[in-house]
């Protein structure tokens, strides 16, 4: 399942390991016309806040990946971190998260989230995941070192449902 999924960089970039979407979660209408010609079989379940109403059965999924919206939390930005709206996103993606009970959480944003609120917006985001269950890792990579030609810094933040150091392993 993705979220705030845009064009959908992560169903395109699994599609070679075997791994099919189950659903999006997009609201641009842009993207939305995109998803549904890209992959007109996989529904958009449109808001990720109404997820309660979605029909996704808890532990259905093995992956929730998203990036949610990073606007709140980037330097260049004016710094709302989770009390502004699109920062709150990051806290319904920890409750999705908790309802839906995939394996893997994967959620990506700007490294300007480790120090919004002074720290503490972060460790709320984190705190959450944790409380749900998910063991967590996070790095800051640059997609200049994957083959991408730009400087394209993010955080992501890996977890696994359980106990141990999986997320760890696949994150480093």
Known sequence: LSVCSGIEAASVAWEPLGWSPVAFSEIDPFASAVLAARFPNVPNLGDLEKYREWNIEPGSIDVLVGGTPCQSFSIAGLRGGIEDSRGNLALVYARM?????????????????????????????????????YSLAWRVLDAQHFGVPQRRRRIFVVGYLGVGTRAAEVLF
Do not use: M, Q
């Open 97 to 133: 998260a908790r309802k839906l009970r995939p394996r893997w959480v994967i959620w990506e944003n700007v490294p300007g989230v480790l120090s919004a609120g002074d720290g503490r917006d972060f460790g709320s985001i984190v705190g959450a995941l944790v409380e749900c269950g």
